[in-house]
């Protein structure tokens, strides 16, 4: 009798057990969502003159943005992306040092320093050493260097390009390298870290005494014609893309206007953001939104490259977030039905697109880290000259 009162338990528990797992999964994955863009952009064929000597490069990182994003927002858009104007595409392994699937942490160091390094590691190699960006790379080349991202400061990825920690969730220490980096301009978020610290140290004053203008709203940065920037509008993220309109556009042209007075040119660094953050979410609408900013923020970039000679493009992933795939839909609607399969990252190859000088150096398959190699080769390349 005992016994078999155990035995009731353990069949009933399992019962509930087994069901919680499929509730939950089926909760999180294997709902189909649909999607339909309701504003379709147009998208003009742009032309690049892929010879001659590279000046200026920008390096675009849709953050967790694999080809099946890609190929659903083109397919929302109604056939149309700007990334179409890319004059070459590559494929690049983003795995890193101790992990198949990488993090925005190792696999933005490999893009910015040319290393694997370990998982949720920023700017360092896998002993903590600090590893030399390509905004330092751009400084001793006597060029200049910024970022624009849609994230707070301390978000992986810009902390790859600016900051040194074996952590990414230090924040606090994040932030402080800023002072140090080896940046001319800077759009983000993440005020609310900058200021009443537990250190006592005010991050702003310290950059201001570094010779930056602090503009607080995008009326004051509008305003500025020249000099170093750092802006820091949001005490987090930026608002939501329907909310921020053509912000990050607005704020990367704006960067690379003040960084192209270097008559020796300048690396940027600009990040759609968020687009991890609905990948990890399985919020397809919001994914969606932040993918076709992206793709319009491209088209901006690209037609200002278009208009200066010498620029190149890079726009490429860290990694693929939210084992996105599209299952169904209609092309003259902008209907999308797609399925996600989990709520982190996956493993997958990403793709490169590159428009304008050096594009052909793009093509193939290659390490994340040989994109690093390929912007060093070329830079060089000019100062040998
Ligand atoms: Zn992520």
Redesign the pocket.
Known sequence: MHIKSIYLRLLTLSIFYGLFIQYGHSQQYGKMQTYTYSQPYTVDSLHSQMEGEVKNVILMIG??MSLMHVYTAWTANRGHLWLDNADAVGLSKTYCLDRLIT??GAGGTALSSGQKTTYHSVGVDSLGRPLESLCTLAHQLDMSAGIAVTCRLWDATPADFCCHNVDREEELDLIADYVDADVDYVFGGGAKLFVNRPDKRNIFEELEAKGFQLPKTWDELSKITSGKVFAVPYPKDTPLPKERGDLLARASIKGMNLLNQNPNGFFMMIEGSQL??Y??SNNLDLLMQETLDFDQTVGAVMKWAEQHEGTLVIVTAD?E?GGLTLLGGDLAEGTVQCRFSTN??SGVMVPVYAFGTGAQLFTGLYENTAIYHKIKHLLEQKVKK
């Open positions: 953050d967790g993090d925005s991890d953050d990948g990890h990694h977030t982190s990252h």
